[in-house]
């Protein structure tokens, strides 16, 4: 599936894409919220409209920017905190707005909230995992320096 993160698929025209057999392309709801911001899609008639684009288009959650924008964002219990990389200003995203921005792009499809709870299980699932491993791989260290401390008084004599 190609990626067109803002609308576009950088390097191949529409016309190469339909001819290689593509039906479908990959938008990202964080990136077209900035540029060109779902305003200006809305006022096109949609992403469709906007891109000129007839097949069928996914947009994704924009969670992925949670991980991968660590340095730009904070996160809270109402939602995520963005400074935009395109001009330094915040912006707010909950569920509810988020939902609303896919809306407005018009998307065909989209990852569900299913498929993003079960991608959060698994993240937690890995991370468990990996905290146990590194707990039973550091294990052995850890019994040795407990066993060891306090450490045998030299000077004590019996």
């Known amino acids: 599936m190609p990626v067109g993160t803002q609308g576009t698929v950088k390097a191949s025209s529409q016309e190469e894409l339909e001819a290689m057999g593509f039906k479908i392309i990959l938008g990202n709801t964080y990136h077209l919220y900035l540029r060109p911001g779902h305003d200006l899609i809305r006022r096109a008639g949609g992403l469709h409209g906007f891109i000129n684009w007839t097949g069928n288009i996914l947009t994704d959650s924009g969670g992925y920017q949670v991980f991968s924008l660590e340095h730009i964002r904070e996160i809270g219990d109402d939602g995520v905190r963005f400074r935009s990389y395109v001009d330094g200003s915040y912006h707010d995203f909950t569920p509810e707005q988020k939902a609303q921005r896919q809306q407005s792009q018009e998307r065909e499809q989209e990852e569900g909230q299913k ?44």
């Open 115 to 158: 498929d993003e709870i079960a991608k959060m299980r698994e993240i937690i699932k890995v991370l468990r995992a990996i905290s146990r491993w590194r707990f039973r791989a550091f294990l052995p260290q850890s019994r040795k320096v407990l066993c060891e401390y306090p450490p045998p008084d030299q000077s004590r004599s019996e």
